[in-house]
């Protein structure tokens, strides 16, 4: 089975960064795609960042500017670069792989742990 795992999360002060990473392995497909989705309590999973197979990569306008999505495919590692990060972000984030083609944030099925980034004032 697919198996993702996150790391790198942790607590930051506001206009901090951070550097998430996801390690996919079990994956036996040709082609994927990858993503970073976070929810934070009482609200709902949102798409943060999409990267595809060759490089294409689709943001969310809330983290549009500050994040910067991008995979190392031999590797099979996925990493997140967080700059000015705000409150709001704060939140879990996951780690997504789909097989195939990128559509958008859309049909992730395989998920992992989850890792926990806090901000602060």
């Known amino acids: 089975q697919v198996q993702l795992v996150e790391s790198g999360g942790g607590s930051v002060q506001a206009g901090g960064s951070l550097r998430l990473s996801c390690a996919a392995s079990?994956?036996?497909?040709?082609?994927?795609?990858m993503g970073w989705f976070r929810q934070a309590p009482g609200k709902e999973r949102e798409g943060v960042a999409v990267?595809?197979?060759?490089?294409?990569?689709i943001y969310a306008n809330s983290v549009r500017g500050r994040f910067t999505i991008s995979q190392d495919s031999t590797k099979r590692f996925l990493y997140l670069q967080m700059n000015n990060l705000e409150l709001e972000d704060t939140a879990m984030y996951y780690c997504?792989?789909?097989?195939?083609?990128?559509?958008?944030?859309?049909?992730?099925?395989?998920w992992g742990q989850g890792t926990q980034v806090t901000v602060s004032a």
């Open positions: 079990g994956y036996t497909g040709s082609n994927y795609c």
């Open positions: 997504a792989l789909r097989s195939g083609l990128c559509y958008g944030f859309s049909a992730f099925p395989y």
């Open positions: 990267i595809e197979q060759y490089g294409a990569t």
